[in-house]
């Protein structure tokens, strides 16, 4: 049986372990399989996959057990099919250690990662002054994907998402108001941990479809995990404030079932 | 006369020009100077700051005049004293173009920076969903350097804020609320343009102060450059939501003389 790194491998229960699997071929570099299996509208391979991919190949060379920020840059579309990347330790200290990736596919970097890994959820100070988004429970919520089939959109059959209605633009009448709240989880049970909230906070539709638009290429994404996530529903808020020249920010929270966020994130994205 | 990849040099007009000059000497790499000007609390090399020296000899390495997303992963303090960049061009593609600098002292690396540089402020759908902070004419506020002196802080010699009203934290009396409006300039006239914002960003003190915190270690800090500064007075906001397990993060916004706005920035940093 062909083993990654961190213990995944292509007989992995779950869909994210399986499809997020990395082998080391030595000297920091590793061989993954990009699959058609996380795609977002129009059939784009989902950013949060990719920068996935790259924290399971970081976690092989960083002393710490959890991405902490995780800073990727996207440089060209992914592609389905296989994926090398190639790793650098930046720095290894007692609490936090920093690494780098480089995803290549078809010798073109598609995506470069920054990241800060440490060991999340210890003691220390913690003041809240905001609150999970407020939402019925999931099973009095709308499951948007109940009664509609978007081409491509691969990653609808991986994580399901709750809302208290389905949002405007699925309907054609976008709201003109780029806010979303929403329940997410994995469908086959997976449960959250702190590598998969990298991909969980960029799988949900932008924000910016309600202001009408269609797509939107993200530049640069970087996630903050804020905790370790208790298993369930995880709570989540996705907008955007500000449309700027035709860049704008989408911003992502994550709140665990206990109520604890554990991930904030934000990226910078380019309209068409 | 001694001039830098980017026509600064140490006659330059401007304490930001001479302070953040680089000189390249091949091969990617840039020399360059930490001067004692432009330090926080405690003396501390103000993060900005290195981050502003990393973009100057990214400037110079890349196509495009404006950076659009920084993303700094501080490693160690930085220190006075000499600095060594090196520079790797990562892609250059029409629109956009991405690099990365290592910033080294006493060699070993203080900060990885990875950057995305465009030209800024062109054609495109804008919208907002925020306004700037509401502050009285800066005139009618206060000048919280005014009264104090704040040992080690050099970087309120080089940059000037103005606020409603001293903030608690200056007067032993925490407000309990980490949120600051305010506005800011150069103190020797320098307009304020896209490269500079990378320092102003992180100029002002963290509003984590407000809860009664010392100081605080920023581990990432990512700014989105967002448009061209007018010239004038930057109105601020600088806000933290969220404390877990020690670790918060720090948003900062900045609003030009115009209302526009033209920077928003987003660190995660790490209580003592």
Same mark, same amino acid.
């Given at each position: 049986m062909e083993t990654s790194a961190n213990g995944s491998s292509p007989e992995a229960r779950f869909d994210f372990d399986r499809d997020t699997a990395v082998n080391p071929t030595g000297d920091?570099?590793?061989?993954?399989?990009?699959?058609?299996?996380?795609?977002?509208l129009g059939g784009l391979v989902n950013g949060g996959y990719l920068l996935a991919l790259s924290v399971n190949a970081l976690l092989d060379v960083v002393p710490h057990?959890?991405?902490?920020?995780?800073?990727? #840059? +996207?440089?060209?579309? *992914?592609?389905? /099919?296989? &994926?090398?990347?190639?790793?650098?330790?930046?720095?290894?200290g007692r609490r936090l250690s920093t690494?780098?990736?480089?995803?290549v596919q078809n010798d073109k970097e598609v995506v470069r990662t920054?990241? #800060? +890994?440490?060991?999340? *959820?210890?003691? /220390?100070? &913690?003041?809240m002054f905001g609150a999970p988004p407020e939402l019925p429970p999931p099973d009095e919520c709308v499951d948007p994907m109940g009664s509609v089939s978007l081409p491509g959109l691969t990653i609808a059959d991986r994580v399901e998402f709750r809302l208290r209605a389905a949002p405007g633009w699925m309907s054609g009448t976008p709201t003109?108001?780029?806010?979303?709240?929403?329940?997410?989880?994995?469908?086959?049970?997976?449960?959250?941990?702190?590598?998969?909230?990298v991909l969980l906070v960029d799988s949900a539709?932008?924000?910016?479809?309600?202001?009408?638009?269609?797509?939107?290429?993200?530049?640069?994404?970087?996630?903050?995990?804020?905790?370790?996530p208790a298993p369930g529903w995880l709570a989540c808020r996705h907008q955007t404030r500000f449309v700027s020249a035709g860049y704008h920010e989408e911003d992502s929270e994550i709140w665990d079932s206990q109520g604890n966020l554990v991930a904030q994130a934000r990226q910078l994205a380019l309209l068409p």
């Amino acid at each position: 049986m062909e083993t990654s790194a961190n213990g995944s491998s292509p007989e992995a229960r779950f869909d994210f372990d399986r499809d997020t699997a990395v082998n080391p071929t030595g000297d920091g570099l590793y061989e993954g399989l990009v699959t058609d299996r996380w795609q977002g509208l129009g059939g784009l391979v989902n950013g949060g996959y990719l920068l996935a991919l790259s924290v399971n190949a970081l976690l092989d060379v960083v002393p710490h057990p959890d991405p902490l920020v995780v800073s990727g #840059t +996207f440089l060209r579309p *992914g592609a389905t /099919g296989p &994926t090398k990347i190639s790793t650098q330790l930046v720095r290894a200290g007692r609490r936090l250690s920093t690494a780098e990736a480089a995803l290549v596919q078809n010798d073109k970097e598609v995506v470069r990662t920054i990241a #800060t +890994f440490a060991e999340v *959820g210890g003691e /220390g100070r &913690t003041v809240m002054f905001g609150a999970p988004p407020e939402l019925p429970p999931p099973d009095e919520c709308v499951d948007p994907m109940g009664s509609v089939s978007l081409p491509g959109l691969t990653i609808a059959d991986r994580v399901e998402f709750r809302l208290r209605a389905a949002p405007g633009w699925m309907s054609g009448t976008p709201t003109n108001n780029p806010v979303y709240d929403f329940w997410l989880r994995f469908k086959d049970g997976r449960p959250p941990d702190t590598t998969s909230l990298v991909l969980l906070v960029d799988s949900a539709a932008p924000a910016i479809l309600e202001l009408g638009e269609m797509t939107s290429t993200t530049v640069e994404l970087t996630t903050h995990i804020r905790g370790r996530p208790a298993p369930g529903w995880l709570a989540c808020r996705h907008q955007t404030r500000f449309v700027s020249a035709g860049y704008h920010e989408e911003d992502s929270e994550i709140w665990d079932s206990q109520g604890n966020l554990v991930a904030q994130a934000r990226q910078l994205a380019l309209l068409p």
